[in-house]
């Protein structure tokens, strides 16, 4: 069974078991439930118009705040004598997907 959730404007194509890495989420619990988009079970197709009612996607998350590699961006000015060297890290969560429920 195939799903796909959305997490922070992003959508995500899953199955049973997966691990996937979304934008840092704010939640005190271990565990996640996501409403579904889409959900694929062999032939059978179910649209959500926008979401899938009745269908959940349980998800457990494994780290909660896991920073990215740097990122460095050079700004460069050729005979100014000027530049400036900035770096951002990312922060985000890796969840794995524990159950998919349909209706």
């Known amino acids: 069974m195939i799903a796909v959730i959305e997490s922070g404007s992003k959508q995500y194509m899953v199955e049973k078991g997966h691990k996937i890495e979304t934008e840092l989420l ?13 959900v694929i079970d062999g032939d059978k197709i179910q649209i959500g118009k926008p979401k899938l009612e009745g269908a959940v996607v349980v998800a457990k998350i494994i780290e909660a ?5 740097k990122v460095k961006v050079l700004k460069y000015k050729a005979k100014k004598r000027q530049k400036t060297l900035t770096g951002h890290r990312q922060r ?6 524990t159950e998919i429920k349909s209706k």
Not at 26 to 33: F, N, P, Q, R, Y
Not at 92 to 97: D, G, P, S
């Open 26 to 38: 704010h939640s005190d619990k271990d565990v996640i439930e996501f409403q579904p988009l889409i």
């Open 65 to 69: 705040d896991v920073k990215a590699d």
């Open 92 to 97: 985000h969560a890796i969840l794995e997907i």
